[in-house]
């Protein structure tokens, strides 16, 4: 699961760097729980958790079903 979880990160990932941010996966849990950094202008940005659960949780959840949440930490 982590795998796809990283792939799907690669995609997402030059939106990202295109605003100044980025997103480090911390870890992919057994009970289905993502969690990830977000870094660069992306973790102090007002807007960073429509960020987190609109696109990058949407995204993850639709391509890895296994997926339950993305939190940010």
């Known amino acids: 699961m982590e795998e796809k979880v990283i792939a799907v990160l690669e995609k997402i990932r030059p939106q990202l760097l295109a605003d100044g941010g980025d997103v480090e996966l911390v870890s992919v849990g057994q009970d289905g729980v993502v969690k990830v950094k977000l870094t660069g202008a992306c973790g102090c940005c007002p807007m960073s958790q429509m960020t987190l659960k609109s696109g990058i949780e949407r995204l ?8 339950k949440e993305v939190v940010s930490v």
Request: proline content about 12%; charged content about 50%; aromatic content about 0%.
């Open 60 to 67: 993850i959840k639709k391509e890895v079903p296994e997926v």
